[in-house]
């Protein structure tokens, strides 16, 4: 009888020291070396950002339950979860992790555990003992601005107020990775997918995954091309060289999509207009451009407004990077575009009951 009990001690004894190895080996394949020395370095430790482990989001998430996914993307699968404290997160699992993906993904705990702004999402912790690594976020609630405007089972209008408000939000992120960061950061995957909406329809701007932080006194990196068709910078797709412009670029073509309800790329529009960036800025050119404002607000929207956001795009959209206004320079121009907005609004508001 001792014998037995003595070999069930023994038997569970092992199974817990081959997990206990296991998880350390997942630990250091997934970056979690890196991480630390990594984070050591910015901050001296790793108390910004919390570790967690594979138990804790296995109960958080329901064993990873379909029923929990949030979205997919080419980068993972997110799930909604809810941690021992009854804060609802959003867990990010990354897909099978290869060697060169690991600094890929240590990259974006870092920059994320750097950041602090209101429009941008929050890294909360990460988990790094499980086969594929996970990030937690907060939980942002009212999905993507892309669904509010191409998902033809969304029944909600984002009205031109909320519109505006959402780019101002959206450029004041960029603004800040840009020019307020400790260190300066490019995105390089900006898109109507990565500003997500919180309960107030708050712009968070997401998904750090192929962004890079750069020193002061750099002026590009020099990458593989990466990032969406229907957004990338075009100066950027022939020399390789990413810029602080090349997310102007890209924002100018969300501009673009919160003005006209059209998709970056579509191929329900004549060949030579499939891009929504050549298409617009053909119709900016040729004086058409309200024509192309989104029929499910044109009746809210002010010529003067919907031409400022327009000449702001159409400068974000030019070819040549140097020409195009810095995200700063965006930001204050939309501020003062939303406030002649809220402007006008008390006008009429005070109009009516004279």
Known sequence: MCLVMGGRRSYK???????????????????????????FAKHGSLESTRIFTSKELDKATDNFNKDRVLGQGGQGTIYKGMLADERIVAVKKSKGMVADKVEEFINEVVILSQINHRNVVKLIGCCLETEVPLLVYEFISNGTVYQYLHDQSEEFVLSWETRLRIAKESAEALAYLHSSASIPIYHRD??????????????KVSDFGISRSVSIDQTHLTTHVQGTFGYLDPEYFQSSQFTDKSDVYSFGVVLVELLTGEKPVSFEREENSRSLASYFTNLMETNQVMDIVDSRIVKEVKHEEVMMVAKLAYQCLSLSGKKRPTMKEVSIELEQIVLMQKGSNVLEISETFC
Do not use: V
């Open 13 to 39: 004894y092992l199974k817990k020291r081959m997990k206990m190895k296991l998880k350390k080996k997942n630990f250091k394949r997934n970056g979690g070396l890196l991480l630390q020395q990594q984070m």
């Open 190 to 203: 900006i898109k109507s997918t990565n500003i997500l909406l919180d309960e107030k329809f708050k712009a």
